[in-house]
């Protein structure tokens, strides 16, 4: 049963300090997507890569966040420094890109950021 | 700017029941929409999808409706199970790859 995992599952962590976050994306999907989910802004894309290559990235706090592939089978997703604005669930989801409007997106558990 | 949204933020069903979860879109360019279900703990688990192209879809024990005269979007489950509680979410697709998620809907099983 394939499917996206993310590590870590929780994560607590104090003001100032680095948080990275890792998401392993199902073997052959070529897209993979960031995703950070509140109670007040529901979920919101931050960023989509396809290919391991960076096509959006609008939707992520540039000075703080980073996000990279290093390869097909590990997504990052950086804060430093972390804030506690940044408390939430941060979600990946991976597709297999194949091109346009219908390309499903799988989701993993998600990483649950909680910044003291 | 332009969103998806949800018309009941709760619904409460009884067990056996068949179930409705509306969602109204602002976008009459999307040509694609999702429901997904989030349990919790979980992330968003995908449950069908319907292109514009279509009216009506069916799944196992689930059917969406696109309606796209008043821009409107259903998910119907029938016999409603324990199993079926959770937070349901409307996507319609934006610029390609891009989705906006509705705020979602809570629904509890009553037994």
């Known amino acids: 049963d394939a499917r996206v995992t993310q590590t870590p599952r929780d994560k607590v962590t104090e003001m100032g300090q680095e948080v990275t976050m890792r998401c392993q994306p199902i073997l052959g999907h070529n897209t993979v997507f960031w995703y950070r989910q509140t109670m007040m802004q529901g979920l919101e894309l931050l960023a989509y890569f396809r290919n391991r290559a960076p096509l959006d990235d609008s939707g992520m706090p540039k000075d703080r966040f980073s996000a990279e592939m290093p390869d097909a089978t590990l997504a990052t997703l950086k804060i430093q420094p972390s804030e506690p604005r940044d408390s939430a669930v941060y979600f990946c989801?991976?597709?297999?890109?194949?091109?346009?409007?219908?390309?499903?997106?799988?989701f993993g558990p998600g990483t649950r950021l909680t910044v003291l | 700017g332009e969103s998806v949204g949800l018309h009941l933020p709760t619904l409460s069903v009884q067990e056996g029941d068949n179930s409705i979860i509306n969602c109204a879109y602002s976008n009459s360019a999307s040509d694609y929409f999702i429901w997904y279900k989030q349990e919790s703990g979980k992330g968003p688990q995908f449950i069908i999808d319907i292109r514009s192209n279509m009216d009506k879809r069916q799944g196992q024990r689930v059917t969406v409706l696109l309606n796209k005269t008043v821009k409107h979007l259903s998910l119907q489950i029938a016999a409603t199970q324990p199993g079926d509680s959770a937070v349901y979410f409307c996507a319609e697709n934006l610029e390609g790859y891009k989705l906006s998620f509705g705020a979602g809907t809570t629904v509890t099983v009553r037994a």
């Open positions: 989801a991976s597709g297999l890109g194949t091109g346009g409007s219908t390309d499903t997106q799988y």
